[in-house]
């Protein structure tokens, strides 16, 4: 095996991967939870927690984990998705004791101050107004919440102001008592690690940690077309088109990756060629998926001019109904494969990427492929493989977001293919 995996006595699993010739090492601890978990009461306590927690514990002050992780030139940080968190930090391996201590205390003992909370909950305010001033996020998450609509996967990671301002203390401590525990999370490594040593670092200092597994709520998908925009004053109209994907389970999404490479994965991707290179439309332009356990979502996005939103729209249609009736050709799948070959192989020379792809695929019970075995799953995938996942998946019903100055009644055509 290319990795290693124990289960403590209180059910926390510790995954490691040794990666010789490396000084650093790359922890995370990661947590079963995410937006899709959350009760109206808590909408944004899962990223909300991700701040509070660096807030420290009553012996371990926020500023004395900024100096600790300075001292020891750590690099540390945390991010929540819709169904997970993690909480990470890349060091010396000499530094290894002290920083998985600094974690450790962050995850089981924070104070949740109310004086912290309030000055922390108008940092997460701020951060709400950042993305909303970015109309490329706020595209994509009026596309995501369109797509996802009905469905716990709808609700907006970093919640809205109204319930981050809204939240209490006790909304809060409920949620990480709820959520956060030794049966429902993973501490993961990757770099210059030994497993048994490890083991019994994470024993002594998270031994005591207690909390069974979670569960999540999971709900069929049904994509109703629709068009939300944001009308705004901006040069440019951000656009995002798409519908119903893939679940990270299904067997398909070796054919799917390829897919999306071809379509609109790379410079030489047909979006790209067609959009940027060929017409001059837009700067940005690429295609996308997402995948979890009980949905999925796929999806194009594109930046360009008010008056050029038509063109681009009809061209963004063109490539993906050619794609629906034709597939690709031999040449593109060769291309695509060697890509995908070439990203793999360059992930595995991180240690933070190793780190995130042991914790996630932990996490979410995901096979811990090498990368020989991922290789293989991609060089297996025929040109028939790719035209079925087109024909079956690019044909759904289509959501758009946009951001800019455009109408809805503007781009409701195109929900037609």
């Known amino acids: 095996m290319h990795y290693h995996l124990s289960t403590l006595p209180n059910g926390l699993r510790v995954i490691t991967e040794f990666m010789p010739s490396v000084r650093s090492v790359a922890v995370g601890c990661w947590i079963d939870t995410g937006t899709r978990d959350e009760l109206p009461n808590e909408a944004g306590a899962s990223h909300f927690l991700e701040h509070l927690l660096f807030k420290g514990s009553d012996r371990l002050g926020a500023r004395e984990i900024a100096e600790s992780f300075d001292a020891i030139g750590a690099e540390s940080n945390a991010f929540t998705s819709k169904d997970h968190t993690c909480f990470w930090a890349r060091l010396l391996d000499d530094d290894l004791p002290r920083g998985l201590e600094i974690l450790s205390e962050m995850l089981q003992r924070p104070a949740f101050r109310p004086a912290e909370i309030d000055a922390e909950r108008q940092v997460v305010i701020e951060e709400i107004n950042m993305a909303e001033d970015d109309p490329t996020d706020v595209a994509f998450e009026l596309f995501t919440r369109g797509v996802f609509a009905g469905h716990p996967l709808e609700a907006p990671v970093l919640g809205t102001r109204e319930s981050i301002r809204g939240m209490t203390r006790d909304d809060l401590v409920g949620y990480w008592k709820r959520r956060y525990g030794a049966g429902s999370s993973v501490v993961a490594m990757a770099g210059s690690v030994d497993h048994d040593q490890v083991v019994a670092m994470v024993g002594e200092l998270f031994g005591e940690w207690s909390g069974d597994g979670v569960h999540h709520e999971f709900a069929p998908l049904e994509v109703t077309p629709r068009v939300r925009v944001a009308v705004r004053d901006t040069e440019q109209v951000n656009v995002v088109i798409g519908g119903e994907g893939l679940?990270?389970?299904?067997?398909?999404?070796?054919?799917?990756?390829?897919?999306?490479?071809?379509?609109?994965?790379?410079?030489?991707?047909?979006?790209?060629?067609?959009?940027r290179e060929e017409r001059g439309l837009a700067y940005s332009v690429y295609s996308f998926r997402l995948a979890y356990a009980d949905a999925g979502a796929w999806g194009v996005y594109a930046g360009t001019a008010p008056d050029?939103?038509?063109?681009?729209?009809?061209?963004?249609?063109?490539?993906?109904?050619?794609?629906?009736?034709?597939?690709?050709?031999?040449?593109?799948?060769?291309?695509?494969?060697?890509?995908?070959?070439?990203?793999?192989?360059?992930?595995?020379?991180?240690s933070n990427s190793r780190m995130v792809r042991l914790g996630r695929d932990e996490l979410i019970d995901a096979p811990h492929l090498t990368i020989d075995e991922q290789i293989a799953r991609v060089e297996e995938v025929t040109l028939d493989d790719v035209l079925a996942v087109a024909e079956t998946v690019l044909d759904g019903p289509k959501v758009i977001g946009a951001v800019g100055p455009v109408a809805e009644d503007e781009l409701e055509r195109f929900l037609e293919w």
Do not use: C, P, Y
């Open 247 to 275: 679940q990270r389970g299904d067997d398909r999404r070796w054919a799917f990756e390829v897919l999306n490479h071809v379509l609109g994965g790379g410079m030489s991707s047909r979006l790209f060629t067609t959009i």
């Open 308 to 350: 050029q939103v038509g063109t681009v729209m009809d061209l963004i249609r063109a490539e993906v109904s050619a794609v629906i009736d034709g597939g690709i050709t031999e040449e593109e799948l060769r291309r695509a494969k060697g890509a995908m070959r070439g990203g793999l192989a360059l992930a595995m020379e991180d």
